[in-house]
T-cell receptor
Framework: GAGVSQSPRYKVAKRGQDVALRCDPI?????LFWYQQALGQGPEFLTY????????KSGLPSDRFFAERPEGSVSTLKIQRTQQEDSAVYLC??????????????FGPGTRLTVL | GENVEQHPSTLSVQEGDSAVIKCTYS??????FPWYKQELGKRPQLIID?????GEKKDQRIAVTLNKTAKHFSLHITETQPEDSAVYFC??????????FGTGTKLQVIP
């Protein structure tokens, strides 16, 4: 079946602009994660959903970052008043079931955000 | 939060040689230990994982070993091939099911 998809693949924003990044997880996957990956670094956890519930948002760097998953499938990561330090690849991942001790994550291709 | 370190940060090996990457973590509640491979410009993909009740797991040329007492686990790649060249990340799952990625190891396999 189809894997995790993300759109847009590339986004260029002017500083101060708002952006919205979309993630379509694998159908039936309960868990959904957002990560931020700066150039040359590992993915940094942003937030986690189980169905529509946002169970962990401890990684969101500021209140300019907001994520939602209203119907427990598609998720949107919104960044308000973008800053240059927000430039990164934003990765979405989903997993089938949030079971302690086994949580293979399937990643989307990412959205490369460049803030000028 | 969980402190995760990988060593080495870069590794160059001749084709056919073995490569070993070590990951240390701090959260004693961690119980799931995956390794992801990320090729340039692509998404991370799981290559092997191990649960806390197992000490070693092997899948063809790839193996993972776990030492829970010392809080580290290692990725072993034997008979390396040029297509193994990539960045490898460990991502232990700690308490409260929190996943923390390591800083990455760039592996270069020289033909």
């Amino acid at each position: 079946g189809a894997g995790v998809s993300q759109s847009p693949r590339y986004k260029v924003a002017k500083r101060g602009q708002d952006v919205a990044l979309r993630c379509d997880p694998i159908s039936g996957h309960v868990s959904l994660f957002w990560y931020q990956q700066a150039l040359g670094q590992g993915p940094e956890f942003l937030t986690y959903f189980q169905n529509e519930a946002q169970l962990d948002k401890s990684g969101l760097p500021s209140d300019r970052f907001f994520a939602e998953r209203p119907e427990g499938s598609v998720s949107t990561l919104k960044i308000q008043r973008t800053q240059q330090e927000d430039s990164a690849v934003y990765l979405c991942a989903s997993s089938l079931l949030r079971v302690q001790g086994y949580n293979e994550q399937f990643f989307g291709p990412g959205t490369r955000l460049t803030v000028l | 939060g969980e402190n995760v370190e990988q060593h080495p940060s870069t590794l160059s090996v001749q084709e056919g040689d073995s490569a070993v990457i070590k990951c240390t973590y701090s959260d004693s509640a961690s119980n799931y230990f995956p390794w992801y491979k990320q090729e340039l410009g692509k998404r991370p993909q799981l290559i092997i994982d191990i649960r806390s009740n197992v000490g070693e797991k092997k899948d063809q040329r790839i193996a993972v070993t776990l030492n829970k007492t010392a809080k580290h686990f290692s990725l072993h790649i034997t008979e390396t091939q040029p297509e193994d060249s990539a960045v490898y990340f460990c991502a232990p799952e700690g308490g409260y099911q929190k996943v923390t990625f390591g800083t990455g190891t760039k592996l270069q396999v020289i033909p």
